[in-house]
């Protein structure tokens, strides 16, 4: 099994930055891609961004430009660097291993932002 642990969330102003982190554990697969998501109350989960085990990265288009998904310098812990956030980013951010047949999600770090 794959463990999958966010952190890195917390309160933050209207403009200010916060850094995600994703910790993989567990029997992965020699490669594998990364995706965030988030979920905000009443609404479903949507996709933000993801990492290419190849290093290719891909964001939705309303994190274009604010968010950055990077790989740290151990193959297991990639990042959700997020800048000029706005009171709409509030939400719980997920994490999630995209290895196949064994995708496994982590539980979620909670941004709230103020205006």
């Known amino acids: 099994q794959v463990q999958v642990v966010e952190s890195g969330g917390g309160l933050v102003q209207s403009g200010g930055s916060l850094k995600l982190s994703c910790e993989v554990s567990?029997?992965?697969?020699?490669?594998?891609?990364i995706g965030w998501y988030r979920q905000a109350p009443g609404k479903e989960r949507e996709y933000l961004a993801r990492?290419?085990?190849?290093?290719?990265?891909q964001y939705e288009d309303a994190v274009k430009g604010r968010f950055t998904i990077f790989r740290g310098t151990t193959k297991n812990v990639v990042y959700l660097q997020m800048n000029n956030l706005k009171p709409e980013d509030t939400a719980v951010y997920y994490c999630?291993?995209?290895?196949?047949?064994?995708?496994?999600w982590g539980r979620g770090t909670q941004v709230t932002v103020s205006s």
């Open positions: 999630k291993y995209l290895g196949g047949p064994g995708d496994s």
């Open positions: 567990g029997r992965t697969l020699s490669a594998y891609d």
């Open positions: 990492l290419w085990d190849n290093g290719l990265t």
